[in-house]
């Protein structure tokens, strides 16, 4: 993948500090954390203030100086331009997410986060959170290595910013308090192939835009990427059953399909997971 133009500044960079400390969970607790965070985008509410900080921020901000954190505030801004874009067909104002890097944990809207629950995105505070060493565990654990799979997963949270800007995650969020747990995660199933189908969705577009070029290999790497954190693939390798009733961010072929679509169609209107049944 080449990215082009320049990198946005809306980068909060905490890599020199330890804002979060590494949390010592107790051992089931952990895993669970850990595993819901490799699926990306866990609502952290209630799972992450378990998480204890203690120590100084120094925070830096604009765009970093370092090749990782220089490629994601391109990526960044590029999706801003394409949901900017977007939003105006609209009629609507888009407005910008910031991106927090962080090192080992940080202190959210949200909670208190550990790395471990990998990226995420915190409604309270319009942010991404990303730790990058996340993306050596993208390759090393699962196989899903490259520029383009790490752009997906960011524009996978952006993709819960757009949801959370055109309200869709505060009527989720309604229906929860009347809703058995089985019932809500349909819903969150089709919140997070949604943001799939976004992140496709700014490819295509930031390619029509010029922003970014891909090669043969790009695409299948970020499909690598949806394969590797379906619910069905991460429940069977960590405990060797599958149960779809708890699935909350959809099968390994639903992850791959919607993220596909978005990128074949480039069409916001062909992004409605929850009157879909794929």
Not at 25 to 40: A, K
Not at 112 to 118: I, T
């Amino acid at each position: 993948m080449q990215i082009f133009g320049k990198g946005s500044e809306n980068i909060e960079d905490s890599r020199g500090s330890k804002g979060g400390g590494k949390a010592v969970l107790g051992g089931g607790v952990g895993l669970v954390i850990v595993i819901l965070g490799l699926f990306f985008g866990k609502d952290l509410t209630g799972l992450a203030g378990q998480i204890p900080s203690n120590q100084s921020v120094q925070i830096n901000r604009g765009v970093p100086t370092d090749s990782a954190g220089i490629q994601m505030a391109k990526i960044l801004n590029s999706t801003d331009e394409v949901w900017e874009k977007e939003f105006k067909s609209l009629g609507r104002e888009y407005e910008k997410p910031t991106l927090r890097l962080f090192r080992e944990g940080v202190q959210t809207a949200c909670g208190n986060a550990s790395s471990d629950v990998g990226p995420f995105y915190c409604p309270g505070d319009h942010k991404v959170y990303i730790d990058l060493s996340f993306y050596d565990e993208l390759k090393n654990r699962f196989g899903a290595a490259g520029d383009f799979a790490q752009a997906y997963v960011l524009a996978h949270e952006v993709g819960h910013h757009v949801q959370n800007l055109l309200g869709i995650s505060a009527k989720l969020d309604k229906a929860r308090r009347t809703m058995s747990e089985t019932e809500y995660n349909k819903l969150s199933v089709k919140l997070e192939l949604q943001a799939d189908f976004f992140a496709g969705l700014w490819a295509h577009n930031a390619q029509k835009m010029n922003n970014i070029k891909l090669d043969d290999t790009d695409l299948q790497e970020a499909l690598t990427a949806a394969n590797a954190i379906g619910d069905d693939k991460l429940q069977k390798q960590a405990t060797g059953e599958v149960t779809p009733d708890s699935f909350t961010h959809g099968t390994s072929a639903q992850r791959m399909y919607w993220f596909k679509k978005g990128f074949d169609t480039g069409d916001v209107s062909q992004g409605d997971t929850f009157n879909n049944s794929k």
